[in-house]
């Protein structure tokens, strides 16, 4: 039972750009959510999905687009990087938007 | 806007110390949750709660729904505890998270 796991753990870019981060999930939960962490901010909620097939939104979407096509997997798309999307990315599961998320270990990625 | 204020933002503790975490936010819940963040980056789920008080080995967390606040509490604390603690809430109008920035805590032997 690996949980939640991301690929991959790091990655260099250059301005421009495109890349696909992958989550997926082993305990066929139903939301699943992508977020940033920069310092000196909490994580924000990029996109979020609650169920497959489906996506939303969330608090910082530009830039970013995702796709849902298998319940355990939750894709995140960078079209064309630019310097403003270094970042740490997590992915996170959960059964329901009100229950405890589990996260994956991290994707630390970095736009020159 | 932060709808969901962290304090203190650092901590540092002797070994054995009692220590509070506050937690504010400004928003409906459906949930309150607490995670740790450890120096290597990953984050795991404390607790969640919508009422009252859990405990979990030395850690305790309680909320307060009509004040809008919550507490962390670590008992007897220890080295291994050093992390950041993060508080964040799930917004009853749905699908919705606000996370604090964190609090970084350091517990000297």
């Known amino acids: 039972n690996a949980g939640v796991t991301q690929t991959p753990k790091f990655r260099v870019l250059k301005t421009g750009q495109s890349m696909t981060l992958l989550c997926a999930q082993d305990?066929?939960?139903?939301?699943m959510y992508w977020y940033r962490q920069d310092p000196g901010m909490g994580l924000r909620l990029i996109h979020y999905?609650?169920?497959?097939?489906?996506?939303a939104k969330g608090e910082v979407p530009d830039g970013y687009n995702v796709s849902r096509l298998k319940k355990q997997n939750f894709l995140l798309g960078l079209e064309s990087a630019a310097p403003s999307q270094t970042s740490v990315y997590f992915c996170?599961?959960?059964?329901?938007?009100?229950?405890?998320?589990?996260f994956g270990p991290g994707t630390r990625l970095t736009v020159t | 806007k932060n709808e969901v204020e962290q304090s203190p933002q650092n901590l540092t503790a002797q070994e054995g110390e009692f220590i509070t975490i506050n937690c504010s936010y400004s928003?409906?819940?459906?949930?309150l949750h607490w995670l740790q963040q450890h120096p290597g980056g990953g984050i795991v789920s404390l607790f969640m709660?919508?009422?009252g008080k859990k405990k979990h080995g030395r850690l305790i967390a309680t909320i307060n729904i009509q004040e809008k606040h919550s507490s962390l509490h670590i008992t007897a604390s220890h080295p291994r505890d050093s992390a950041v603690y993060i508080c964040?809430?799930?917004?009853?109008?749905?699908?919705?998270?606000?996370f604090g920035t964190g609090t970084s805590l350091t517990v000297i032997p």
């Open positions: 996170a599961s959960s059964w329901t938007d009100y229950y405890e998320q589990y």
């Open positions: 305990m066929n939960h139903e939301y």
């Open positions: 999905s609650v169920g497959e097939g489906t996506t």
């Open positions: 928003v409906g819940i459906s949930a």
């Open positions: 709660l919508s009422s």
């Open positions: 964040a809430v799930s917004s009853n109008t749905g699908n919705q998270f606000y």
